[in-house]
């Protein structure tokens, strides 16, 4: 393996990865409830409690690269599988984040910080599942 060190970015990486974590910290003290994605998506589909901080939530995570846009160039978006395999693996992230009970950012970001045992085990489990289906498409199937 060989790094781009041209486009290594370590130090927005990291000033991202400090506000994500940011801003699940605040998401927790200020409303004591998990910054887990799927679960936010859920409450505003399904109406729960909270649904309007929960909402503007999510529309902040959607404008953030936008407004981020103002100020740098934004990363050109590359996708090279089909509508078909987009469409699969979303429906299967879905299923998983149901039957997990929670999704990357509910259990990886925040479960693991609160020391969550399932949490553990669900992002385990997930990167497990991720590494094992990179290997077969890359290496065994050639993708």
């Known amino acids: 393996m060989t790094i781009d060190w041209l486009n290594f970015t370590p130090w927005s990486a990291l000033g ?8 699940a910290a605040l998401f927790v003290v200020l409303n004591g409830r998990i910054a ?37 160039a934004l990363p050109p978006i590359e996708f090279h599988g089909g509508w078909l395999s987009l469409g699969l693996a979303g429906l299967l992230v879905g299923v998983g984040t149901r039957y997990g009970a929670g999704c990357t950012s509910g259990h990886g970001v925040c479960g693991i910080s609160r020391l969550s045992p399932r949490s553990l085990a669900a992002t385990l489990a997930f990167m497990a599942a991720g590494f094992a289906t990179v290997f077969v498409l890359r290496h065994l199937l050639g993708g």
């Open 16 to 23: 991202g990865g400090a506000l994500i974590g940011l801003a």
């Open 36 to 72: 887990g994605i799927s679960g936010l998506l859920g409450a505003v589909v399904e109406g729960g409690e909270g649904r309007g901080e929960k909402a503007l939530f999510l529309l902040g995570l959607l404008l953030a690269p936008l407004l981020w846009g103002l100020f740098a």
